[in-house]
């Protein structure tokens, strides 16, 4: 995307991208300017900071977070800003994710991430929740999401049974 982007999508491997894409093409289909990088806690976390701090910087509102295993990815950006981040887990070992969601959503009291649910729907809905978070402040996205919904919900009214 051209525009300056409103939100970022950071995953801590590549192999996370088949779940966070989910979210990236929620982001497309709503017209949501947004930068999509893979950026780890623990492989490269001063390339992360540096990430978070020129990101938050140039106008990124809202960071959506994915990893698996021990999952401090978010923690740790939310560590280093005070724009909202919105934490998916991902399944990507033996315990299934339930690692990855424990890990996001048992963070200490003073640094919040608000933690969806595990994989493909969570990713999902943390672009869905970020629209909610830049539609408060943007009356086209606003319009745009609540088509999207009624498009959703139109979809279920059609739904025949054989
Ligand atoms: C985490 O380890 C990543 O978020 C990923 O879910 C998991 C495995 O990473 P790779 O070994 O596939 O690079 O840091």
Do not use: C
Not at 14 to 19: F, G, H, L
Not at 95 to 124: C, E, F, H, R
Not at 135 to 148: F, P, Q, S
């Amino acid at each position: 995307m051209s525009e300056r982007p409103l939100v970022g999508v950071v995953m801590g491997s590549k192999s996370d991208y088949e779940v966070l894409s989910a979210a990236v093409e929620i982001l497309k289909v709503l017209g949501i300017a947004h930068e999509a990088r893979v950026l780890s806690a623990h492989r490269t976390p001063d390339q992360l900071f540096e990430w978070v701090e020129k990101a938050t910087a140039e106008g990124v509102r809202v960071i959506i977070a994915g990893a698996g295993g021990a999952a401090h990815l978010a923690g740790v950006i939310a560590a280093k800003t005070l724009v909202p981040v919105l934490a998916v887990p991902i399944a990507s070992t033996p315990l299934n994710g339930l690692d990855s969601l424990l890990a996001m959503v048992q963070m200490p009291k003073g640094v919040p991430v608000a933690t969806l649910a595990i994989g493909k729907p969570g990713a999902a809905n943390a672009a869905l929740f970020a629209a909610e978070i830049l539609a408060l402040n943007d009356a086209a996205l606003h319009e745009r999401m609540a088509a999207w919904r009624a498009a959703r919900a139109q979809e279920v009214l059609e739904q025949t049974l054989p």
